[in-house]
């Protein structure tokens, strides 16, 4: 068995720097993806908890801080490596 997934990137991938909103589109398509059992992620060099500009959309995993932090959707810690 294997697991589909799809990795966002949130400045000017799913949050657009000229509406500093995310597009019905792109909402749409995350949705669709869902429906096909396909995994969601999000890969942002910011710190979880300075994600806070993507709404009601929920995702099953985070990686954060370019890789030194990442969490499952329910926020359990997969691997922390940060700087003392």
């Not at 429906?35 to 985070?62: C, E, H, M, P, W």
């Amino acid at each position: 068995m294997y697991i589909q997934a799809v990795f966002f990137d949130i400045d000017g991938a799913l949050v657009s720097f000229k509406t500093h909103q995310i597009p019905q589109s792109t909402i749409e398509a995350i949705e669709s993806l869902r429906q096909k059992g396909i995994k969601l992620a999000i890969a942002t060099g910011r710190s979880l908890y300075d994600i806070n500009n993507l709404g009601d959309l929920v995702f099953d995993g985070y990686i954060t801080a370019n890789g030194a932090y990442c969490v499952t959707g329910e926020k359990d810690v997969l691997h922390r490596n940060l700087i003392s």
